[in-house]
Nanobody, 122 residues
Framework: QVQLLESGGGLVQTGESLRLSCAVSRSVFSGTIMGWYRQIEGKQQRELVAAINGDQTSHYSDSVKGRFTISRDVARNTVDLQMNSLKPEDTGVYYC???????????????WGQGTQVTVSS
């Protein structure tokens, strides 16, 4: 069973930065897609904000493109999310996920971490 442990959430002000980290409990195949979802308070659906595969190909949602950067260390089984120029609308719970394919990742069919809270004050 793959376990994912997030860290790095917290409270910041508008325009500041945070870096989230995710440690994976055991080796995952390089073909595994790693990503970050977020759950915004008051919204029903979780949003996939960033994802990356073993070849370092990455994708971002339009809402974070240019501000967030996902990175992955395959040898260490970690994936980070650098979040810059944070806005109040970025506030939410951020989840690290691991999926076997881009399709499964997009469908939320993945291993999920417990989540870490990010709060951006105005």
């Amino acid at each position: 069973q793959v376990q994912l442990l997030e860290s790095g959430g917290g409270l910041v002000q508008t325009g500041e930065s945070l870096r989230l980290s995710c440690a994976v409990s055991r080796s995952v195949f390089s073909g595994t897609i790693m990503g970050w979802y977020r759950q915004i308070e008051g919204k029903q659906q979780r949003e996939l904000v960033a994802a990356i595969n073993g070849d370092q190909t990455s994708h971002y949602s339009d809402s974070v493109k240019g501000r967030f950067t996902i990175s992955r260390d395959v040898a260490r089984n970690t994936v980070d999310l650098q979040m810059n120029s944070l806005k109040p609308e970025d506030t939410g719970v951020y989840y690290c996920v691991a999926a076997s394919s881009w399709r499964n990742l997009g469908a939320g069919q993945a291993h999920w971490g417990q989540g870490t809270q990010v709060t951006v004050s105005s």
